[in-house]
């Protein structure tokens, strides 16, 4: 099975600030990566697929990169509404597999 | 507009087994896999299977193969999964989720004795 590894686990930043979420896929899986959010006792939230398209509705201030196997997630201007736990998820090969979570806080 | 309709919370005795469901709405039900998730308490999350609705084949992932049965009934439009022998390791929330973009609202099952 392809295992996804994702840090930092737990982050806090400040309004306004930008923060990098990162994913390393253990074999290559292409661009074949999404990224959810998901907020307290909800279903994870699709906002990046296709390692760097943006779901519609998903504002601006998110934007998905690869280098090689790393994915990486970035937020921009941090927002109060960011705050969440982010999961990686690679649907190139099956199982399909996720990332181990990434909980932000906003200070 | 497209809906994964999940039944309600469930808490069930170990060795018990829980069967959940997962009504889909919006869409044609036999043209996309249905999958099930796997979220433990404050944990990430874990592929359980998927079921081919048009001819209800499936696949599990092999640490569920013994653990999960996965149905669907087109006459309903309705995804199922069956939760055997129970342990204190299967309290989590179980999501049924179609394409990756659609997700259900979850389904919390608890197993204490």
């Known amino acids: 099975d392809i295992q996804m590894t994702q840090s930092p686990s737990s982050m806090s930043a400040s309004l306004g600030d930008t923060v990098t979420i990162t994913c390393l896929a253990s074999?290559?899986?292409?661009?074949?990566l999404s990224w959810y959010q998901q907020k307290p006792g909800k279903s994870p939230k699709l906002m990046i697929y296709?390692?760097?398209n943006l779901e519609d509705g998903v504002p601006s201030r998110f934007s998905g990169s690869r280098s090689g196997s790393d994915y990486s997630l970035t937020i921009n201007s941090l927002g109060y509404d960011d705050e969440g736990i982010y999961h990686c998820?690679?649907?190139?090969?099956?199982?399909?597999?996720f990332g181990s979570g990434t909980k932000l806080e906003i200070k | 507009e497209v809906q994964l309709q999940q039944s309600g919370p469930e808490l069930q005795r170990p060795g018990a087994s829980v069967k959940l469901s997962c009504k889909a709405s919006?869409?044609?039900?036999?043209?996309?896999?249905m999958y099930w998730v796997k979220q433990r308490p404050k944990q990430g999350l874990e592929l359980i299977g998927r079921?081919?609705?048009?001819?209800?084949?499936?696949d599990y992932v092999e640490k569920f193969k013994n653990k999960a049965t996965l149905t669907a009934d087109t006459s309903s439009n309705t995804a199922y999964m069956q939760l055997s022998s129970l342990t204190s390791e299967d309290t989590a929330t179980y999501f049924c989720?179609?394409?990756?973009?659609?997700w259900g609202q979850g389904v919390m099952v608890t197993v204490s004795s």
């Open positions: 296709g390692a760097t």
């Open positions: 998820h690679q649907y190139y090969e099956y199982p399909l597999t």
């Open positions: 919006g869409y044609t039900f036999t043209e996309y896999y």
């Open positions: 074999q290559d899986i292409g661009n074949y």
């Open positions: 989720v179609r394409s990756w973009e659609y």
């Open positions: 079921i081919d609705p048009e001819d209800c084949s499936t």
